[in-house]
């Protein structure tokens, strides 16, 4: 994929809201030329719309149906819901497209729009580029006859759909009866669901950030701040904590003793969990290359194999596809359970792994830390002017740290999706050559940056 993207990013089109590319023309826009692009075909054509609780979304939200209307194409609000129901109902309700209203767990002042196609997956790079494409065309080219315009209509029902399909992914004969659970649901779009879900299913519910106000979404809470979680966790005695981020893809989870489980750790107990049962499809999961080689190791020694893709849960997705694999996530915890759903589900997970320590009548602290990290040090480095993985210099710095490693590590160095910077990653047995590894390379690439700036 060469040719240049002007609104797209790594996952649909992100920014800070009233600015380039988050502003409600671009909205309007996108309305537009996705509503002319998937308005095939002689049926009643209409869009999913939801959204988390950032201020901003009803401005996005409103901008955004006059363009799907304009084009002749049916709008369902379904309000604040997590990201993932949107990629259910758009199937559910055999409409031509969804749209997610979402920063995930970026601050309230951004905003962002993620789209599904009817199959409930994530757009592909191609389809947003020939959409891309259109954005900019005279409008008037793209509005329908005016007996076309679209109609809007709130679906009501839609949360109590989402909840039951949730509660149909976990095993039937089991209950959370005796459970006590604490659920952070960072203020975002899973406050409404999440808690309604884990009560139904017999768990002692203690629900924490279940107030939005529009600007205290991913506030000190949620799944990328996890230190209120922890401290109710451990104040209320709970033998778990979960945590969502603000549109509830993904999450982390808190075991009974304060501990923060990440996304690698999940992985390992649902494809252990899997295997167990011989429901594993391709005896493998796919993970990205930010995964730890602890991951891979383990994985390795149960005689599981691991598929990396590239950062980002739908590049996931499609390594799930091509390799027919049913289970996928990434570090951050988003868990792609193929068997369920097209899209990452923090609910479906977190429901995935409880029933997992049911099974398994060990605490959380124990069943679900399988594997040890590999020490693994992160770094980003500004740098100016053409990519740095361009130059010379650089490349044989990154191959001299490679060979250094050899099989006893990694390196990893990639571009930001969204920022001038470039990302580094060194895994390695020892956290001081790891961390010396790391300093190394950010030297010889901020060294030209330096001099480029200066020029």
Known sequence: MNKK??????????????????????????????????????????VVIAKDTRLSGYMIENALTSGFLSVGMDVLFVGPMPTPAVAFLTRAMRADLGVMISASHNPYQDNGLKLFGPDGMKLSDDVELEIESHMDDDPTSLFTDPEKIGRAKRLDDAPGRYIEFVKSTFPKEQRLDGMKIVIDCANGAGYQVGPIILYELGAEV????????????????????????????????????????????????????????????????????AKSRGVLKGNAIASTVMSNLGLEQFLRSKDIALHRSNVGDRYVMEAMRTHGLSIGGEPSGHIILGDYTTTGDALIAALQVLAGLMTDGRPASEALNLFTPVPQILKNVKFTGPSSLTRADVNAAIADITARLGNEGRILVRPSGTEPLLRIMVEGTDHATITAMADELAAVIASDSATRASA
């Not at 600015?19 to 509503?35: E, H, N, V």
């Open 206 to 273: 203690v629900p924490i950030h279940i107030n939005p106000n529009g600007v205290n979404i991913n506030k000190d809470c949620g799944s990328t701040h996890p230190a209120s979680l922890v401290e109710a966790v451990l104040r209320e005695g709970a033998d778990l904590g979960i945590a969502l981020d603000g549109d509830a893809d993904r999450l982390i989870i808190v075991d009974e003793k304060g501990g923060i489980i990440d996304g690698d750790q999940l992985l390992a107990m649902v494809a252990l969990e």
């Open 5 to 46: 993207r002007n609104y797209f990013g790594t996952d649909g089109i992100r920014g800070t809201a009233n600015r380039f590319p988050m502003t409600p023309d671009i909205a309007q826009r996108l309305g537009m030329a996705a509503g002319k692009y998937f308005n095939r075909g002689d049926h009643r054509h209409k």
